[in-house]
């Protein structure tokens, strides 16, 4: 017993940081954290949000991790502005909120630990091919600017080994360009993908990124036809809500998707379909979400194409379960047991309710 009360104090210092202000550039708040056995570690964030365009290029300490550079009405941004000491060792940089339309294709040359960029809130028209090249970057959110055309090797890093997730949400996006093939670069490891709210009439064509996550929410997609998602066998999460227009599903529109685990079709009223051939190939799906799209499958049907389905959202707030009744014990040999999808409201006990769609 006596040893867990010496430890005590010293796993708390252990494991909590402590916070503490450190002198900073005039404007600018620095706040320290510290970890470790007596402080060993310690690593600082640097607030320098709603100064104003003057304010780059700031003086940083040394151990700064993070700079929060958002709402400073800042137009441009160059290597000149992120340079000096502190700046090599940066992991996060926050230029989100700014009145950034360019970004000069070197700007980030020196951040050479970089892992999250946020550049949300600006209105960036383009991006230069490679603009990510010298840091190892896990984040960037390029979500609401005027991007209009983004080629997929614009998020190419040195670091191949670490996944990336990149939001490019709500800016004008009707193309994405494929990586040049025969180019000789790795394809970037874009791992997550927010496309949504986006100008795509198409799927894009996404071959060879190992992507996991994909969303595609509010385009104004028309039809997911064989073959949309040609190459992305290792994706997990779909998202498809809220489509613009009257979007059609054709027959094995989703059958490149075998490792398929969530589909989410939801807000999509006017949603066409071909029947649930629509649903062939999706031997992984657990969770289908086909909430406000009218669509009402018949449940034999679609567990048919669908082995692995647990659970279906129809309708306004409906939820189904699959259920396994097992039939007389002990089974007889080569009956299989009876499975059926059991429906009720979201509001209530989902087991409650007797109707089965
Ligand atoms: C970088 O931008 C600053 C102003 O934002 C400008 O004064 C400077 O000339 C630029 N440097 C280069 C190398 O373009
Ligand atoms: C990107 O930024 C937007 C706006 O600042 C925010 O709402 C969104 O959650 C961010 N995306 C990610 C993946 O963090």
């Known amino acids: 017993m006596l040893w867990t009360l010496l430890l005590l104090p010293l796993l708390l210092l252990v494991v909590s940081g402590t916070q503490t202000t450190q002198p900073c550039f005039p404007g600018c708040q620095c706040e320290v954290e510290t970890f470790g056995l007596f402080d060993s570690f310690s690593l600082t964030r640097v607030d320098c949000s709603g100064l104003g365009p003057h304010i780059v290029p ?12 958002s709402s400073n009405r800042l137009e441009r941004v160059n290597e000149s502005v992120l340079a000096g000491p502190g700046y ?30 946020d550049l949300s809130h600006n209105g960036l028209a383009a991006l230069p091919a490679e603009s990510f090249t010298s840091s190892p970057l896990s984040d960037v959110n390029l979500s609401h600017n005027r991007l209009q055309e983004v080629s997929v090797s614009a998020f190419t890093t040195h670091s191949q080994a670490r996944a990336l997730h990149v939001d490019l ?25 927010n496309l949504a709210w986006n100008r795509l009439r198409a799927v894009p064509d996404l071959r060879d990124l190992p992507l996991r996550y994909l969303s595609l929410d ?8 064989r073959g949309a998602f040609k190459g992305l066998a ?17 027959p094995h529109g989703f059958s490149e998707l075998p490792g398929l685990q969530v589909l989410d079709l939801s807000g999509n009223p006017k949603l066409k379909w071909a029947g649930t051939e629509v649903f062939s190939g999706l031997g992984s799906l657990q969770e289908l979400d ?35 009744r097992e039939g007389a014990y002990p089974r007889q040999p080569g009956s299989s047991p009876r499975v059926a999808l059991h429906c009720g409201d979201t509001q209530e006990s989902v087991a409650r309710g007797p109707d089965i769609l």
């Not at 700031?58 to 550079?69: F, G, K």
């Not at 940089?93 to 892992?115: G, H, M, Q, V, W």
């Not at 509010?218 to 036809?225: D, E, F, I, K, S």
Request: with cysteine; charged share 10%.
């Open 58 to 69: 700031v003086p940083i300490p040394l151990d700064t991790a993070h700079l929060d550079l």
């Open 88 to 117: 090599t060792t940066l992991a996060g940089l926050d230029l989100s909120r700014n009145l950034l339309t360019s970004i000069s294709p070197t700007a980030f040359s020196r951040l050479r630990y970089l892992e999250s960029l």
């Open 169 to 193: 949400s709500h800016n004008l996006i009707h193309r994405l360009v494929p990586q040049p093939a025969g180019a000789g670069l790795p394809a970037p490891a874009i791992q997550s993908l």
């Open 218 to 225: 509010g385009n104004p997609l028309a039809t997911v036809g």
């Open 234 to 250: 290792g994706l997990t999460h779909l998202s498809l809500a809220s489509l613009q227009g009257v979007p059609q599903l054709a």
């Open 290 to 324: 086909l909430s406000g799209t009218g669509l009402v499958p018949l449940p034999e049907v679609l567990l048919h194409h669908l082995p692995a389905l647990q659970s279906v959202s129809v309708g306004q707030g409906t939820r189904c379960r699959r259920l396994v």
